[in-house]
């Protein structure tokens, strides 16, 4: 019977072996960087997609609030429409400028001019598009910025529901 004594140690393998396998690793390793670096798309054709429905927001606040001076029976709802829309693209706005790195988030927020609608029917239209295009984008979207997109989609909803049956 062999005795488990007669087993020397560990084997070792020599030093410059050692720093073969670890210069291979950090270069597998900096090639797997450098392929990830490359896939993501930087050539400018990857729009944020709440850029669009910042903007979409804008338009409607504009547009509820130019109607105010036309529909003053509904003065009160026209003015909630347009402090919620604002805010909903001032959210947009912020959460696109943390996803691209800025510190503030005015170079998407734009003035727009009010659609020239009409009517409350029009706007209701306008609203459930708005609805729609955030219901939408909150599909393709996860964790927060599909909570946000899917909650403005949900407010949207709600103003037309409730502010403008």
């Known amino acids: 019977m062999q005795s488990l004594s007669s087993h020397t140690g ?7 072996s050692v720093l073969r396998i670890a210069g291979a690793g950090l270069g597998l390793g900096l090639a797997g960087l450098t392929v990830a670096a490359c896939s993501s798309d930087d050539s ?10 910042s903007r ?38 912020t959460e696109i400028a943390r996803a691209a790195g800025a510190t503030t988030a005015s170079a998407t927020a734009t003035a727009v ?6 009517t409350l029917d029009q706007l209701r239209s306008t609203l459930r598009q708005s609805q729609r295009e955030a ?5 393709t979207l996860s964790g927060y910025r599909a909570g946000l997109t899917g909650s403005v989609g949900a407010a949207c909803a709600a103003e037309v529901a409730v502010l403008l049956p």
């Open 56 to 93: 979409s927001a804008r338009q409607d606040a504009a547009t509820a609030t130019a109607m105010v001076a036309k529909f003053p029976d509904r003065a009160t709802a026209l003015t909630q429409i347009g402090t919620e829309r604002t805010a909903h693209a001032d959210a947009f706005d």
């Open 44 to 53: 400018g054709q990857s729009v944020d997609p709440l850029i669009a429905l």
């Open 10 to 16: 560990p084997a070792t393998m020599p030093r410059r």
């Open 135 to 139: 219901a939408g984008v909150a599909r």
């Open 113 to 118: 001019a009010p659609e020239p609608t009409t």
